[in-house]
């Protein structure tokens, strides 16, 4: 007989009859959709599904590290989709972790070692984690999960007691990270954290500055694919851009304990990309490299800077955790030219650029149809032309937006800023399940996307899901704490607490929204809140300044921006704008 060591990974619905009984067509769909994201989460971190009966999975990992790792994301990611569900059709699974030598019979595993990880999962509690001593004892100082001890427990059918050990998976409350009260204040996080800083344009050319920052950008999103890193977005980072900076207190603004910093000078067709990484606590330098390329290499430049700095921090993570393959984003350096000019540009955020905008990124596909990162920036470019109200026929740029969307997920449904695209294609177009469903997905293949937390507290807000909405807009605060769009989440927390009552507290989001940004979607709410309070001559100085900013659609832009699920709420918010004194 072949025999194996393995991590055996078991996986139970509780209480599955009894969701089936009440309602079995949504206990089925429930299922069905958490059985992919289980499945998604094995495959990324290099576990295999051997057995599936029912309700249950049973799954082998090379390393007890990543199957406790999974074990954790999957109750993570569960949890988030259980939020949005009635507390009677929520779906809760029990997790049992073991190592064990098994017996291998084709494409199944046999023995002791598969039975008590069934055990264990029997013993856990409804989404629980329960692990055995050897597991506990290997994964020991290699993941930052608290472990509780359970004692010695005589299983069912296992001849010898098993030491058991309880995971709490449970991720830290946002509103306790400091992410409200000011730069300085954020708690480190419980996973390795790292800024990247722009990179400095050394080339002499300020026309090149589009190009480093694409540079920079690009490398943020591939250490955002590390799920168990915590990576500050761009929006943040980039708000050092062009100043001299001390280390330490960058870190300490952003919260994090490493920070990556670096130069670019291009010339014709060749590159120099200098990069260095700091232990922003000890100010050590942990790596450091300079690459003399070719400017068609930038993508293997990427790739070389990110592995080089997840194996300085944490190589276990480079080693073990599974990655979507990364492979060029297209052939033609003119595309990708194109498409880093585009997206500078609607980084502006003014009318102007974000025209602009939407040329670079239509001119990117005319040259590579198929490069899916120009479908994708010329979808977020048309986003926001229609929702800061910028857009003239609302109608025509929503059925550009939808098949750009369209297209992007076509040729990679892997990657998060196309769902995200996707989420507003259907929250514009009133389809607020799908929207949910597309900012989950999105969550769900980058937990550090800052605008899929974004998206998923704003969908929630228009399901009438007011309480569980928070959470997730201060988790975006949290990746992002210094983005000048920062607004956006601030005006939706507004919302949020206007829904529920708390009008002094959504004044104060309000307030918060308006220091940064004075748009339209801002000062609606603002109006709204010092309404329902009665502070009518505030609301109205508010609402001559409304006045200057009509959109050049308001009738399209007003169907498509508060898509409430419950017209009872839409009306809720139209109370205090009719109080204030705007007609609507």
């Not at 998604?40 to 390393?63: P, Y």
């Not at 930052?144 to 050990?165: C, D, M, Q, S, T």
């Not at 944490?314 to 595309?335: C, F, H, N, Q, W």
């Amino acid at each position: 007989m072949e025999r194996k060591l393995v991590a055996i990974l078991a996986v139970d619905v509780v209480g599955y009859s009894r969701l089936v009984a009440a309602d079995e067509e949504a206990a089925l769909r429930t299922l069905r959709a958490y059985r992919e994201t289980i499945g998604g989460l094995v495959a990324e971190h290099g576990g295999r599904i051997f057995g599936s009966a029912g309700d249950s999975l049973v799954v082998e990992f090379a390393s007890p590290v990543q199957a406790v790792r999974t074990a954790v994301a999957v109750q993570r990611a569960l949890d988030r989709r259980n939020a949005d569900l009635p507390s009677d059709r929520q779906m809760l699974f029990r997790i049992g972790v073991n190592l064990g030598d098994v017996i291998v019979d084709g494409d199944d595993l046999l023995g002791d070692g598969v039975n008590v990880a069934a055990r264990l999962q029997e013993a856990a509690a409804p989404a629980g984690i329960c692990i055995s001593g050897v597991v506990q004892e290997q994964i020991r100082g290699k993941v930052a999960f608290p472990i509780a001890p359970l004692g010695e427990r005589k299983l069912k059918n296992i001849p010898r007691p098993v030491a058991i050990y309880r995971i709490d998976w449970r991720m830290e409350d946002p509103s306790r990270t400091g992410v409200l009260a000011g730069p300085g204040s954020l708690v480190l996080p419980d996973r390795p954290s790292i800024a990247v800083l722009p990179f400095a344009n050394m080339s002499g050319d300020p026309e090149q500055e589009y190009f480093v920052d694409g540079l920079s950008e690009d490398i943020i999103t591939a250490l955002s694919r590390y799920r168990w890193f915590f990576v500050i977005a761009r929006n943040s980072s980039f708000t050092y851009k062009g100043r001299a900076v001390d280390i330490k207190q960058v870190a300490a603004e952003l919260g994090v304990r490493y920070v990556l910093e670096g130069s670019v000078r291009k010339a014709g067709n060749r590159l120099r990309v200098t990069g260095q990484l700091i232990d922003a606590e000890t100010g050590v330098h942990l790596w450091a490299e300079r690459y003399d390329r070719d400017l068609a290499d930038i993508f293997a430049i990427q790739d070389e800077i990110t592995e080089s700095v997840v194996g300085a921090i944490e190589p276990e993570i480079l080693m073990g955790e599974g990655r979507r393959a990364v492979r060029k984003p297209t052939e033609s350096l003119d595309a990708y030219d194109c498409c880093m000019r585009g997206m500078w540009s609607h980084y502006q955020l003014t009318r102007e650029q974000i025209e602009e905008a939407i040329r670079w990124h239509r001119r990117a596909i005319a040259l590579d149809p198929d490069f899916g990162r120009a479908h994708m920036a010329l979808a977020r470019a048309l986003m926001s032309y229609v929702h800061f109200g910028f857009s003239d026929d609302v109608a025509r740029d929503r059925a550009e937006l939808t098949a750009a969307a369209g297209r992007a997920l076509a040729i990679d449904d892997r990657d998060p800023y196309s769902h995200y695209a996707m989420f507003f294609v259907h929250y514009l177009s009133g389809r607020l399940d799908a929207a949910l469903l597309a900012a989950q997905r999105a969550i769900d293949l980058s937990p550090n996307f800052a605008f899929g937390h974004l998206a998923l507290g704003w969908v929630r807000l228009y399901l009438g899901h007011f309480e569980q909405s928070p959470d997730p807009l201060l988790r975006a605060l949290r990746l992002t704490p210094n983005d000048p769009l920062a607004f956006l989440a601030m005006t939706k927390l507004s919302q949020a607490h206007y829904h529920l009552g708390n009008l002094e507290e959504a004044l104060h989001f309000s307030e918060r929204a308006l220091a940064v940004r004075r748009v339209h979607v801002v000062l609606v709410m603002a109006i709204a809140v010092l309404g329902r309070l009665g502070r009518i001559d505030e609301a109205r100085a508010l609402l001559e300044e409304l006045d200057r900013m009509t959109p050049p659609d308001p009738a399209g832009y007003w169907r498509v921006v508060h898509p409430y699920a419950d017209p009872a709420h839409r009306e809720q918010l139209f109370v205090g704008l009719r109080r204030a004194g705007m007609t609507i």
